[in-house]
T-cell receptor
Framework: EAGVAQSPRYKIIEKRQSVAFWCNPI?????LYWYQQILGQGPKLLIQ????????DSQLPKDRFSAERLKGVDSTLKIQPAKLEDSAVYLC?????????????FGEGSRLTVL | QKEVEQNSGPLSVPEGAIASLNCTYS??????FFWYRQYSGKSPELIMF????GDKEDGRFTAQLNKASQYVSLLIRDSQPSDSATYLC???????????????FGAGTRLAVHP
């Protein structure tokens, strides 16, 4: 079974530039998550999709971050304009459901460096 | 108060010893609890989950849950150098609406097992 695919793996940009990350979840997984993990910290949930609807984006900085999940499969996370503090690994994860035993499967992550 | 708190470590134990990792959480409505392991530069991977008070054993790993004290722990018996990683406690917390849950991570405890 193929895992969660993410691209690009690495991206270096200057502040105020824009960047987009792509995620393809495990086939059949209804729930998709984007987490931000800053070095030395735990993953922070940015946005959670159930199929193609948003169920939580309370910690997404909506003035600069946007995300969509078209057709309930692939997802993109965009940052525009980027700030220095956005330097982090952006982890995409998926799960079959969000129930009590909802195990998350993570992709390899997209490491962003903002200069 | 952070939603999920862990001692950042590092926790250093000799090979063959028992490593004890602890976690507290703030939301009494939390339903299930997860331990993820994250090697340096890699994505988190699930080790165990628990949702009933008491102990749950899986090989060398034992998860312990005390909902009254809002406390979760992970014991690793016969620790090996390959267990050296960051251990993330994650708490499945219900959202206010929609019947969905979200997984909130702690900052992680870094474990170092020395030969």
């Amino acid at each position: 079974e193929a895992g969660v695919a993410q691209s690009p793996r690495y991206k270096i940009i200057e502040k105020r530039q824009s960047v987009a990350f792509w995620c393809n979840p495990i086939s059949g997984h209804a729930t998709l998550y984007w987490y931000q993990q800053i070095l030395g910290q735990g993953p922070k949930l940015l946005i959670q999709f159930q199929n193609n609807g948003v169920v939580d984006d309370s910690q997404l900085p909506k003035d600069r971050f946007s995300a969509e999940r078209l057709k309930g499969v692939d997802s993109t996370l965009k940052i525009q304009p980027a700030k220095l503090e956005d330097s982090a690994v952006y982890l995409c994860a998926s799960s079959v459901r969000t129930g009590v035993t909802g195990e998350l499967f993570f992709g390899e992550g997209s490491r962003l460096t903002v200069l | 108060q952070k939603e999920v708190e862990q001692n950042s470590g590092p926790l250093s134990v000799p090979e063959g010893a028992i490593a004890s990792l602890n976690c507290t959480y703030s939301d009494r409505g939390s339903q299930s609890f997860f331990w993820y392991r994250q090697y340096s530069g890699k994505s988190p991977e699930l080790i165990m989950f628990i949702y009933s008070n008491g102990d749950k054993e899986d090989g060398r790993f034992t998860a312990q849950l005390n909902k009254a004290s809002q406390y979760v722990s992970l014991l690793i018996r016969d620790s090996q150098p390959s267990d050296s990683a960051t251990y993330l406690c994650a708490v499945n917390t219900p959202m206010f609406s929609g019947g969905y849950n979200k997984l909130i991570f702690g900052a992680g405890t870094r474990l170092a097992v020395h030969p």
